[in-house]
C-alpha cells in the first residue's frame, strides 16, 4: 500500500562508506536507492581526515543536492540519512546525520529507529546541564557519547549504547573512524559491504548494488564495528542477544531487491501470498495487487489458487510530493490521484484485493470503492499480515490504540467498514512460516509486537510514540 496514503511509514534509511575518494557521489546514489524508507529530509556529512563537512536539507535527495551541492562535499568517507518526518518531529534541525563540533574532535550521527528510554535519558542530561538543540531522539546518544568520561571514543562508544534501549541502527563518524552498531535486538536491518578497499554500509542490500559494492553479512545484533584506514574489526557492547527483526520490513518496508538476514524480500512477500492463499481461498475471477509493495503477495496468492493475476490497480508515479502529507485529510484526497483502477480489467469481475496491511482503514475503503466503481461485481480483500492492533514504539508512525482499526474492531466490522464482500488476514503462524527465517523458538527472531501486543523490549511510561514527537 502506498504509505505517505495510510500513515504506516519507516523513520528513516542509513549509508555510509569509509575509504573512497567519491565518498559523497557514492553515497548519494545508496540514499537514492534508500529513498522509499524516507522522503521528507536527506543529508551527507564527509570526512577528508582533518575535518567533517555537512550538507542537509528537506525534500526528496535529489532536491537537497541539486544544482552541483555535492561538489561542496569532499572527503574519502561520508554517512548519509533519508528521513520520514513523522508529525511534531519534523523541521530542517531534525535532518540527519545530525554534525556536533568541538575542539576536541568532530561527530556526525545517522540513526534508524526509535530509543524507547529517549525521553527518560534526555530528562536526566537536562538536570546535568545538556543543551539540546533538536526534539529527535539521535541526539541524546551525542550527549551521552560526550558525557562519557572516556577518552577513548570507541570506550566511549560502548558506554553510551548501554544505556540506551530500543531500536537503532547507528553510523557514528569522526574524522579518522567510523562506526555501526545495532541493537541487542536487531530490530532494524543493516548490512555490511565492499567497494574495492572500501568499506560500505546500508539500511538494505539494494544499495550495494546501485553503488556496485559486495554485500559481505548482516551486521549482528549486539555488535560495534570500528572501520578506519587500518582496516574493519567487531567487538560487542552487549552479549544479552534477543534477535527480533521488524516484521514489517519483509512485509512492507525493505524494496523487494533487498535481502534481509539471507531472506530476499520478494520472495518472502510472495510466500507470504502463497500462505495467505492456503488460509483464505476465495472463488474469483481475478486477483490484484495494491502497489507496489503487496504485488508479490498478490502474484503469490493467485500462483497458488490459479486464478489469473492482473494489474487491477496503477500507481500515479507523477503525482508531486505536494500530495504526501501527514494530515488524515491530505492522505484521503490523494488516493485517487496516487491510484486509478483498470476498468478494462476489473469490470463484471470478482477481485481478490491483495495489500500488506490494513491501518486505519480509510484508504482500504476508498480502494474498494474505486473498484467497484470501475465495475468489479465482488471485492474480496485479502491482507499479507495479521492485523495491526498495537502501537510499534521502535520507529515505525503507527497510530496510537484508538486510531488502529484492528484495536477497536473484530474483522467482521473491519469488512463492513471497508465495504468488503470478503475481508481474511494472514495469521501470525501463517506470517512466520511465509518468512521462513530459520530460528527457533516462538518468534522465529521477528518481532510481532505490533500483532500480538508483546514487545521485545522493556516499554517505559513516559515513551513517546514516534508521531507524538515534538
Not at 103 to 112: I, P, T
Not at 183 to 205: C, F, H, K, Q, W
Not at 302 to 321: F, Q, S, W
Not at 395 to 400: A, C, E, K, L
Request: glycine content about 10%.
Amino acid at each position: 500500500m502506498l504509505a505517505e496514503l495510510k500513515g504506516l511509514n519507516e523513520e528513516c534509511g542509513v549509508f555510509g562508506i569509509w575509504g573512497h575518494p567519491e565518498a559523497a557521489q557514492i553515497t548519494y546514489y545508496g540514499l537514492h536507492s534508500l529513498q522509499h524508507r524516507g522522503q521528507e529530509g536527506a543529508g551527507i556529512v564527509t570526512s577528508d581526515g582533518e575535518k567533517l563537512t555537512g550538507m542537509k536539507g528537506l525534500g526528496l535527495i535529489n532536491e537537497v543536492f541539486a544544482n552541483g551541492k555535492l561538489k561542496e562535499l569532499s572527503g574519502k568517507a561520508a554517512i548519509g540519512h533519508v528521513r520520514y518526518a513523522t508529525a511534531g518531529g519534523g523541521g530542517y534541525e531534525n535532518v540527519q546525520p545530525l554534525l556536533f563540533k568541538s575542539h576536541s574532535g568532530s561527530l556526525a550521527l545517522a540513526h534508524n529507529g526509535n530509543l524507547v528510554n529517549a525521553t527518560q535519558v534526555k530528562h536526566q542530561l537536562e538536570s546535568q546541564g545538556s543543551i539540546f538543540q533538536t526534539t529527535s531522539d539521535t541526539e541524546v546518544l551525542a550527549h551521552l557519547i560526550r558525557r562519557s568520561g572516556y577518552q577513548d571514543m570507541k570506550e566511549a562508544v560502548k558506554n553510551a549504547l548501554t544505556m540506551i534501549k530500543g531500536a537503532y541502527a547507528f553510523l557514528i563518524m569522526t574524522e579518522n573512524e567510523m562506526m555501526v552498531a545495532l541493537d541487542p535486538n536487531g530490530l532494524r536491518p543493516l548490512s555490511i559491504g565492499v567497494m574495492g578497499d572500501a568499506y560500505v554500509v546500508a539500511s538494505e542490500t539494494c544499495a550495494f548494488d546501485v553503488v556496485g559494492a559486495k554485500y559481505e553479512r548482516d551486521v549482528q545484533p549486539g555488535e560495534l564495528l570500528i572501520i578506519n584506514d587500518e582496516g574493519i574489526r567487531s567487538e560487542r557492547f552487549s552479549m544479552n542477544i534477543n534477535r527480533s527483526i521488524c516484521s514489517m520490513e519483509y512485509i512492507y518496508f525493505s524494496r523487494p531487491d533487498s535481502n534481509i538476514d539471507g531472506i530476499n524480500v520478494h520472495t518472502a512477500r510472495k510466500n507470504l501470498g502463497k500462505r495467505l492463499a492456503v488460509e483464505s481461498e476465495v472463488d474469483a475471477d481475478v486477483v490484484t495487487g495494491v502497489p507496489d509493495s503487496s504485488i508479490s503477495a498478490a502474484i503469490g496468492f493467485a500462483e497458488l489458487t490459479g486464478i489469473p493475476y492482473e494489474l487491477g490497480l496503477i500507481k500515479n508515479r507523477y503525482v508531486g510530493r505536494t500530495f504526501i502529507q501527514p494530515s488524515q485529510s491530505l492522505r484521503e484526497q490523494g488516493v485517487k490521484m496516487k491510484l486509478s483502477a483498470v476498468r478494462g480489467v476489473v469490470e463484471g469481475k470478482r477481485v481478490v484485493m491483495v495489500d500488506d496491511s490494513i491501518v486505519r482503514g480509510t484508504t482500504s475503503k476508498r480502494i474498494v470503492n474505486m473498484l467497484r466503481e470501475a465495475g468489479a461485481t465482488e471485492v474480496h480483500v485479502r491482507i499479507s499480515s495479521p492485523p495491526i492492533a498495537n502501537p510499534c514504539f521502535y520507529g515505525i508512525d503507527t497510530s496510537t490504540h484508538e486510531e488502529l482499526i484492528a484495536s477497536n474492531h473484530t474483522v467482521e466490522e473491519i469488512r463492513q467498514i471497508i465495504g468488503a464482500d470478503s475481508l481474511a488476514f494472514l495469521s501470525v503462524e501463517g506470517l512466520l512460516e511465509g518468512l521462513g527465517r530459520p530460528y527457533e523458538g516462538e518468534t522465529r527472531g521477528q518481532c510481532l509486537a505490533c500483532f500480538t501486543g508483546r514487545y521485545p523490549t522493556e516499554i517505559y511510561a513516559d515513551t513517546v510514540l514516534p508521531h507524538e514527537k515534538a
